[in-house]
């Protein structure tokens, strides 16, 4: 027990470290990316965010970013269900909850990279 308390320290320890060390870094080069300051915000890991999405929606997943809305970081993330159809889902990726999933209407019958009909 005491055993896998400790292991379970550790890790915790090295995670925190790693974060701290990212947003330092970052820092020291000229100011706070982006990208850095919305990970760190983050509790939430990007397959566990797929994994919330899966859980409501079942298919596969085909597209998944981390990304800033009004401030707040939330997890974008395309999912295509067994009868094809494509959802847009919002997973948070600070409290791990599904904040909305819509059909996308305009990824029906559509390549999202050149536009044209299939």
């Known amino acids: 027990m005491k055993r896998h308390l400790k292991t379970s320290l550790a890790a915790l320890a090295i995670v925190l470290g790693a974060g701290v060390g990212v947003t330092l870094a970052a820092r020291a080069a000229g100011g706070e990316n982006d990208a850095v300051a919305t990970l760190a915000q983050a509790h939430v890991g990007l397959t566990q965010a797929v994994d919330i999405a899966l859980a409501q929606t079942a298919g596969r997943a085909t597209r998944a970013e981390l990304g800033d809305e009004n401030g707040h970081a ?13 959802f847009d889902m919002k997973v948070d990726a600070v ?13 029906q019958g559509r390549d999202e990279k050149d536009g044209n009909e299939d």
């Open 74 to 86: 939330i997890y974008e993330i395309e999912v295509v269900a067994a009868n094809n159809q494509v």
């Open 95 to 107: 409290a791990g909850k599904l904040l909305s999933s819509q059909a996308d209407k305009a990824d």
